[in-house]
């Protein structure tokens, strides 16, 4: 509240002549003025993008709490209307209570602290107070550092904030030191905490198995605590995803409603945590999953943990997918502004049975299918126990001399001579018991010393907390490109979580040893990352095991699951679109659900980066063609696909149809992907009305991937229509026929 000194004094001259009047007055003055310097004391620290408020609020005690989470306001002055002790509930009397950022263990708070550590004299509390902070201007946003520290052990807090303005998306961490005399165990160490204000929650968590990745599950939260998490180590992913939706008053709807999503930048156990506690508010946690990893923290060390991402939107999902595709290509995905490129896959093919001269030849049928590269998948390596299947010969990375006597050398040299790039599968984090690095190295597996070990598909996983293995499996890499530079990508693979969970190296400090698996794997990738930088990776990890956006950093792709029937494939592909730009899935041709139409197969590949992994001499001569021009296609649109606006259409959880858009940045181009699943018997045709659209210009609608000597249906192919039209009436594209699929071009005129 603020009032003019000006004003002020010209009621006091009013009022001079009565006494009782103005010394009235002067209480009042003062009462408003105390007011106001009560508010103006309030120490508020601000968050904020374009669209969106976080605001932390400095109680006079010095601790630090959230006072709001939300749409953006407008005016500074609202923040005087904000409390830090809003949060009683029934004991108000007896306790003062905040929101509190950062809430260590012991504390006033009965709910799941963000930070747990036993100190050095065995005490487990943990009660942070403000320090200071600071803001600076980083790539794409404003990142804001506050330090929280301990007033009777020696123990720093030190949190991060990144706000991206434009793409309305935050990031969080933070960071754990301490100066004790000797170490501390940390069994709590969250990436942050919010708080959210609502009369209801509903959450959409996704839970996968092999084969079945990105299946929704939707609830709505009660009281107490709901936990969404992993225990794999090697990956996030399989079991539950590391993303999320968050519903406000309703469940999450694609074009309407208040939504969060959310996801964590973590390749190993996560775990989030939604908790309602006594006043119906929503608290939700990111962090490692602490499961088995009370974690030894050494004197002068950090802990620091990882990247939590999340965006708000007032308008659906739809708008948070777009505003974290849209930052996840300009910040985060590895080379995130530049192309892609298609591919040929010889797994599905061939499988293990190949040689030197059946891959020279598939090279030559890449280049005259039109894709970029030709990709060697597994059962390249080994020699005393060569890779026949999967029982033998993972950890030794030589050419099979049998299979290729010539090596990778030549296999680059016949890519070279087709006019492909050359692409090679690899499992460096792996090994086979029947190998020659498992008799050598044995010390350096996980698995357990004093038990009967369990064979996760016939494969132990290697302990990358251990420096000597982190060194090894950079050599994979290092030693296979400077032997053979012209590889230009590799297909990194990852079958196993940890099993027999037991680390020769951690010794003693086994609580270590999940988290410094993964620490192990990025200070490899960083290796890479720094030799090779423009050396193109994939993340295969038995399908969608790893898809999160730290591994992002390194790896310009994934590979969503191993279920490749179409039909699947488009309940993946939906669910999946909404966390993670199109760029960053893979999707291939292959013979999965043969009794589909190559067309309508290829049709489902070609809203994501697009590859093929079947045999091409057994395809009949149509569907050779169209193959060829639809490869044609898609690299011709390839800028509006996968950088262009998505915008779900039509549901296949809701219908037995699915479509969607892609709209250039400058709205010029559209492409319409329109699918039919398994309709109903004489189903009602369903109108697509189209999203993200110019409604001022007119676009020309063009019908393209339509197999060899056919012509369109459509009575929308070839007609011209406003983008208004186009957004409120639509077109008719979808139809009554199961399994099949239009694809549409539009050209803004």
């Not at 999203?691 to 459509?714: C, F, H, W």
Request: net charge neutral; proline share 4%; hydrophobic share 35%.
């Amino acid at each position: 509240m603020h009032y003019n000194c000006k004003y002020i004094q010209f009621v006091k001259n009013k009022t001079r002549t009565n006494t009782q009047m103005k010394k009235l007055l002067l209480l009042f003055v003062c009462a408003i003025l105390s007011l106001s310097v009560g508010a103006a004391d309030k120490r508020s620290i601000r968050i904020n993008t374009d669209n969106i408020d976080l605001i932390l609020q400095v109680s006079p005690k010095n601790r630090l709490y959230q006072v709001y989470l939300g749409e953006k306001l407008n005016s500074t002055a609202d923040f005087n209307h904000f409390n830090w002790n809003i949060y009683a509930g029934s004991d108000g009397g007896y306790s003062m209570r905040g929101r509190e950022v950062y809430p260590g263990s012991g504390g006033e708070d009965m709910f799941e602290p963000a930070v747990a550590i036993t100190h050095a004299d065995g005490n487990q509390t943990t009660y942070l107070y403000y320090q200071n902070s600071t803001q600076k201007t980083v790539l794409g946003g404003t990142e804001t550092i506050i330090q929280l520290a301990d007033d009777k052990y020696a123990v720093l807090v030190t949190l991060h904030y990144v706000a991206y303005s434009k793409e309305n998306v935050i990031k969080m961490w933070s960071e754990i030191k301490h100066n004790e005399k000797s170490p501390v165990t940390l069994w709590r160490y969250a990436s942050g905490m919010l708080y959210f204000n609502s009369s209801k929650y509903f959450l959409t968590s996704y839970h996968s198995d092999w084969a079945r990745e990105g299946q929704p599950a939707v609830q709505q939260l009660q009281f107490g605590k709901k936990i969404v998490d992993t225990k794999l180590g090697t990956r996030a992913a399989e079991q539950s995803e590391p993303f999320f939706e968050l519903g406000f008053d309703q469940p999450a709807q694609e074009n309407q409603g208040r939504v969060m999503l959310g996801t964590i930048g973590w390749t190993g156990n996560f775990s989030f945590t939604f908790e309602i506690d006594n006043v119906n508010c929503l608290r939700v946690i990111p962090a490692i999953n602490s499961y088995a990893s009370n974690y030894k923290l050494k004197a002068g060390e950090t802990f620091k943990t990882p990247e939590f991402i999340f965006t708000l939107s007032e308008n659906g999902t739809g708008q948070a997918s777009r505003n974290l595709q849209n930052w996840a290509r300009k910040y985060q995905l590895w080379n995130g502004e530049g192309s892609r490129m298609t591919l040929l896959n010889n797994w599905e093919n061939t499988a293990f049975d190949f040689n030197q001269e059946k891959l020279a030849q598939l090279m030559k049928d890449a280049k005259d299918l039109g894709v970029d590269m030709f990709l060697l998948d597994d059962g390249w390596f080994a020699n005393k126990y060569p890779r026949k299947d999967d029982r033998a010969g993972l950890g030794d990375w030589e050419p099979t001399r049998s299979k290729l006597p010539g090596g990778i050398p030549a296999l680059t040299k016949a890519a070279e001579e087709a006019g492909v790039k050359f692409g090679l599968w690899i499992e460096p984090e792996m090994v086979n018991p029947k190998s020659e690095l498992y008799e050598k190295h044995k010390n350096w597996v996980i698995e357990l010393p004093n038990r009967e070990t369990y064979y996760y598909r016939h494969q132990l996983v290697l302990d990358l907390s251990n420096p000597e293995v982190q060194d090894y499996v950079f050599s994979v890499v290092d030693r296979l490109m400077t032997e053979n530079p012209n590889i230009v990508y590799f297909k990194w693979d990852c079958n196993s979580p940890i099993t027999n969970i037991y680390s020769p190296y951690q010794k003693a400090n086994q609580g270590n040893l999940y988290i410094e698996y993964v620490r192990g794997l990025y200070k490899v990738l960083d290796r890479i990352q720094a030799k090779y930088p423009k050396l193109e990776m994939m993340l295969c990890s038995g399908g969608g095991g790893r898809c999160d956006y730290q591994a992002l950093k390194y790896y310009g792709e994934f590979w969503p699951s191993d279920d490749t029937d179409p039909y699947e494939r488009l309940y993946i592909q939906y669910s999946i679109s909404k966390f993670f730009p199109s760029k960053a899935l893979d999707a291939h041709v292959t013979n999965w659900n043969r009794r589909t139409s190559v067309k309508f197969r290829t049709d489902v590949a070609s809203m994501c980066k697009l590859g093929f992994d079947l045999d091409l001499k057994t395809m009949k001569l149509e569907d050779y063609k169209f193959t060829q021009e639809a490869v044609a296609n898609w690299n011709r649109l390839k800028d509006v696909i996968l950088d262009g606006e998505l915008y779900r259409l039509v549901s296949p959880y809701e219908t037995q149809h699915m479509a969607v858009n892609y709209v250039s940045q400058d709205k010029t181009k559209v492409v319409l992907f329109a699918y039919d699943l398994h309709p109903r018997y004489s189903e009602p045709q369903q109108v697509v009305r189209l999203q993200g659209l110019d409604a001022y210009r007119t676009y020309l609608v063009k019908e393209i991937n339509l197999m060899p000597n056919t012509t369109s249906s459509l009575t929308c192919n070839g007609k011209r229509y406003t983008g208004d039209y186009l957004m409120k009436v639509g077109l008719m594209v979808l139809s009554a026929y199961e399994g099949s699929s239009r694809v549409l071009e539009l050209t803004a005129e």
